[in-house]
């Protein structure tokens, strides 16, 4: 039997909607790797990170430098979780920029989850300091003004992940 070609899996999805959760469990997959932007961002930059706009200029840079590693993991075989937000088109556009330069296949999960749930795990993983980042209330709600769905137009394989599909995904 053949071995299925590899696959490139982003993540769109507001703040605290279980991207992460479901990237360690897509990531357990043999033959496959994972890549967190917030840990790469918080090793790079520590302290940088306080406001959108510097999130928007270092991830940009660290895109820029992950981008052509993605590649080359993909056309050596390897899958590739990529927990980086795909929440805006430009941000897709950069992901499938990776993926025109593979012969990968490729699965977009999107988190569609209620703004009360990801404010509700937000909270609880503020106090548990389990995440790299402590988002404030108001942080959510910045970031979230920009989230765009993806749309049939940009072409992706699209997985809808709802509140009720899955109890561990479901705050």
Not at 58 to 85: K, Q, T
Not at 109 to 123: E, G
Not at 146 to 156: I, S
Request: with cysteine.
């Amino acid at each position: 039997m053949p071995n299925p070609p590899p696959t490139l899996h982003m993540l769109s999805g507001k703040i605290a909607s279980g991207k992460s959760t479901l990237a360690g469990r897509l990531a357990a997959t043999p033959g496959t790797i994972l890549l967190t932007e917030d840990d790469w961002l918080k090793a790079l930059f520590p302290g940088e990170l306080n406001t959108l706009g510097d999130y928007v200029h270092r991830s940009a840079r660290l895109r820029a430098a992950i981008g052509p590693v993605v590649s080359s993991l993909l056309n050596a075989g390897i899958s590739v979780v990529l927990d980086f937000a795909a929440n805006t088109p430009g941000q897709r556009a950069w992901m499938r920029g990776i993926l025109d330069g593979t012969q990968a296949a490729h699965q977009m999960h999107v988190m569609n989850m209620p703004d009360t749930v990801c404010l509700a795990r937000l909270r609880a993983r503020n106090v548990t300091g389990d995440h790299p980042f402590a988002v404030t209330e108001a942080q959510f709600e910045e970031f979230s003004a920009y989230f765009v769905a993806p749309t049939e137009a940009e072409g992706f394989n699209v997985i809808l992940h709802d509140a009720g599909d899955d109890p561990a995904l479901d705050g």
